[in-house]
């Protein structure tokens, strides 16, 4: 990596103003906070990076928070790793050492302050840091804030911040050779040494994620100054909530240098109120103090489609001698919570029970949105989560095998009322039990336990992804130590228990996912999660989802690709064939691509081409995941959870994903907002009838009607009924049964669809088809569909109208930046259709007919 002269003039430049920035801005730093009467100083250590591969002569730009991948990118010296096969050719990047580097200056008052840290809120992962070419921290957790005293290798003016990050696979190669067996990594592209590093184990690889194992300083590094005492945290420990009145309980830590006395005020700024105020003794070290507080008739925080989701603002001050030393503001939500477990005839409930009110979790599981996760913007955490609550969910998984996510990603769940499952970071794999890494594991929960507990959305914590399982039923008992199950127990069952006990008492624990918590088989369907994946993996039929009855289905799922317009972002023309190169390289399951066609051609004629391949995949994956989601909601409350497997993508790649890497929804994502539906009508064929079932999620009864009509593809109305009923709440029932027999007298199955609806004031508020025969028995005729675009505030209207039955119409612009409030919806004959297309952008209406594009099932084959 090599460049000119002129290049490094510049990049000297470059870092002779961020000098000057940075000591501009820690004088400005200084200033305010000191204007508000604080002692304490945070100052970001931002500017002026440079990295280096080790030993090289040459620096380039960093940006920090980033990574080496990153920042090799913004430079130039790689391409696009997402861009065809990049990825294996960039695989010398995990195998390498680096080095990053600033300057930052410091005035000589500063250094009179008691305590100088540098904090370091993410080192990715193994990392020697010196300060002015004095080692400062060694470093081992990519999970972990590291902080440590500086003042010692501090001196007035220009210091320099040096961070040699030595490869993650390189450094546990030499152990591995040392072991007689060898650690379970299944998902590792490579060597299989994820499990021995404190490090997201997605950047390894998995069956739908590229291997880019990064290096780099994720997260904000920044200089702290304090004398005598700082707040560390503030927690707000929920103690009893009712609608009356919330008991609450401010838990401040206090790190202290001496013996001090001192006041503590916990505000209540929402209510601009004081909450509890304290005279104090503080030791040295750190200081954990209570203070008990009320708040009457409380605005209590609910989940999507329950209620509101207020948030309260609370601030603790520390005050020595009546001045201000330090303070911390944290925002949370007011609401009880239980994970409700009872024996039944069955087993025993998994029922997630906020402010009184059982829960039915309906949702997703999340991974990290990018491979380089510092690119994961608050807007895009924004799109993706609001494309969440704006389809019915309630809840997402943050699974075991990625990241703790940033801030920014549970404060928006906060605001929209989503819950979240957060597993710690294990998946698929054992690790070691030796006292180091425990200690390692110890350190890396407690501090993300009190960095995530405040938010009201979180509702559970989880040891790990799917590891019991392996431990049971994938051959590692038979196969591997037993001391590893040991190891096993010492971390599940022992350390995180013990620190979400001790730090965060209001919430449940959970040892794995899925589990039973060691009473019966891990997989059991009696009690706990349960992840059913003989569905895809053993290519059972779809139908196999409704023989299942789970106590709470935490994993289910289907692959499918993306849009076309998506797989352009990664391919040229010559690539678009599902078997080429390039489309296998952004395909990580081995047998993706065939259990995808296998399944297709049980259901489907073969499709014509290869963006109908494409389209109808999304259409396959979509209807399968409808019939477990659906079935699911039908058997409330012995299941209380539908959280298939998965939201979103890390790359732009075929997975299982409901909406893709760009943003893009696919199918899944616009039937979830159907399936999952406050109110949902949801017929089904059993012992020879249709039973029709309607569930509802909503807290009150619901007068409503209950519409029937049997339809041919023509529109003709062969056969009616409708019925009125109330539609009980948070329940399932079957509200009409027909006989298969009586409604299908003297009809062709083969020629007739079910319309149901139910309506509620007059409006529909569910609506569903149901077909008697498998798509490709069916006689369906090719419809005509004509389109009405009208401009519309922020967009454009457009209404469609079929003369026949159109199935699975998809609506796409691809050369507009937009997106379309519907898709991937049926249109019966003499029903209009009236979709939005929602823009930023200035369109002619023209134009927008001209490039509109509409795709039915009959076009694909």
């Known amino acids: 990596m090599q460049v000119n002269r002129q290049m490094n003039k510049g990049k000297l430049r470059w870092a002779v103003l961020a000098l000057v920035v940075f000591t501009s801005h820690t004088s400005q730093s200084q200033t305010n906070l000191r204007s508000k009467g604080i002692a304490k100083i945070k100052i970001p250590v931002q500017t002026g990076w440079q990295f280096r591969e080790a030993g090289k002569d040459t620096w380039y730009l960093a940006t920090v928070p980033g990574c080496v991948h990153t920042d090799l990118l913004n430079n130039k010296l790689i391409d696009d790793p997402f861009w065809r096969d990049n990825e294996q050719k960039q695989q010398w990047i995990g195998k390498t050492d680096w080095e990053y580097q600033t300057t930052f200056n410091v005035a000589p008052e500063m250094l009179k302050h008691e305590n100088l840290e540098l904090v370091f809120e993410g080192l990715d992962t193994y990392a020697n840091v010196f300060l002015n070419d004095a080692s400062l921290l060694n470093a081992d957790n990519m999970f972990r804030t590291w902080r440590t005293d500086c003042k010692r290798l501090l001196k007035p003016g ?321 196969q591997l130590p037993a001391k590893l199950w040991d190891d096993y127990l010492k971390i599940f069952y022992g350390v995180l228990p013990e620190v979400c006990a001790s730090l965060d008492p209001s919430r449940p624990y959970w040892p794995s996912s899925p589990s039973s918590k060691l009473e019966d088989d891990p997989e059991s369907q009696k009690m706990g999660d349960l992840h059913y994946w003989q569905v895809w993996h053993a290519s059972l039929p779809f139908s196999e989802y409704e023989k299942q009855f789970p106590r709470f289905m935490s994993e289910y799922g289907f692959q499918s690709f993306p849009q076309l317009e998506t797989v352009n972002t990664y391919t040229v023309p010559a690539d678009h064939d599902i078997k080429s190169p390039v489309m296998m390289a952004h395909q990580r399951h081995p047998r993706g691509n065939q259990l995808i066609r296998e399944y297709m051609l049980r259901e489907y004629p073969e499709p014509k081409d290869f963006e109908s391949f494409l389209y109808v995949s999304q259409v396959l994956q979509a209807e399968g995941i409808k019939i477990g989601a659906e079935h699911l909601r039908r058997i409330m409350p012995h299941n209380m959870g539908s959280l298939f497997w998965q939201i979103n993508d890390c790359w732009p790649v075929a997975s299982w994903s409901s909406i893709d890497y760009t943003g893009r929804w696919k199918a899944l994502q616009y039937y979830a907002r159907r399936f999952y539906s406050e109110i949902l009508v949801s017929p089904h064929e059993e012992n020879g009838n249709l039973n029709v079932f309607v569930v509802s999620d909503r807290l009150q009864p619901a007068a409503a009607q209950l519409n029937l009509s049997l339809l041919d593809f023509e529109g003709n109305k062969l056969w009616s009924q409708q019925k009125d009923i109330e539609v009980a709440p948070l329940n399932s029932r079957a509200y009409l049964t027909v006989p298969l027999n009586t409604l299908l007298a003297g009809k062709d199955a083969k020629g007739v669809f079910l319309f149901t609806e139910v309506l509620v004031g007059g409006k529909q508020v569910s609506s569903n088809e149901h077909f008697f025969q498998p798509y490709k028995n069916l006689s369906l005729p090719r419809p005509q569909i004509k389109t009405d675009v009208l401009p519309a505030r922020g967009g454009f209207k457009v209404t469609l109208f079929a003369d026949k039955f159109a199935r699975a119409v998809y609506l796409s612009a691809p050369n507009y930046t937009g997106f379309f409030a519907d898709n991937y919806f049926d249109l019966i004959p003499g029903q209009k259709v009236e979709v939005e297309f929602r823009t930023g952008a200035a369109i002619a209406p023209n134009d927008f007919r001209s490039k509109l594009k509409i795709r039915t099932m009959a076009d694909a084959f």
């Open 158 to 478: 220009a210091n320099t911040l040096r961070i040699r990050f030595r490869s993650p696979i390189n450094e546990v190669l030499p152990l591995m050779a040392k072991l007689s067996y060898q650690l379970p990594a299944g998902n590792d592209q490579g060597e299989k040494t994820s499990p021995h590093t404190r490090k997201a184990p997605y950047q390894y690889g998995w069956d739908w994620g590229p291997r880019f194992v990064t290096s780099g300083i994720w997260r904000p590094v920044s200089l702290e100054a304090w004398d005598k005492a700082r707040v560390d945290d503030l927690h707000i420990l929920p103690k009893q909530v009712t609608a009356a009145v919330a008991s609450l309980t401010a838990e401040v830590e206090v790190v202290a240098n001496s013996n001090t006395s001192a006041t503590i005020i916990v505000d209540n700024l929402t209510d601009k109120s004081i909450a509890a105020k304290r005279e104090v003794n503080l030791t040295p070290g750190s200081n954990r103090v209570a203070l008990d507080f009320v708040i009457a008739r409380p605005a209590l925080w609910w989940p999507n489609g329950l209620g509101a989701h207020p948030l309260y603002s609370f601030k603790a001050r520390l005050l020595i001698n009546g001045k201000s030393i330090d303070e911390t503001t944290t925002r949370t939500g007011v609401r009880s919570l239980e994970l409700r477990q009872q024996r039944d005839e069955s087993g025993k409930s998994f029922t997630f029970v906020i402010n009184g009110v059982p829960v039915f979790a309906k949702g997703g599981n999340w991974i990290p949105a990018d491979s380089f996760p510092t690119r994961i913007s608050k807007d895009k955490y924004r799109q993706l989560l609001e494309s969440v609550r704006d389809t019915n969910m309630n809840m997402l998984r943050v699974w075991g095998g990625g990241i703790y996510e940033r801030n920014d990603f549970y404060e928006l769940c906060d605001e929209m009322g989503i819950l979240v499952w957060q597993d710690f970071m294990f998946g698929c794999s054992l690790y070691p039990g030796d006292q180091a890494f425990l200690d390692n594991v110890r350190q890396e929960a407690s501090d993300n336990v009190k960095r995530l507990r405040n938010h009201p959305s979180i509702v559970i914590w989880v040891g790990n992804n799917e590891i019991e399982s392996g431990w049971f039923h994938w051959g590692w008992k038979e």
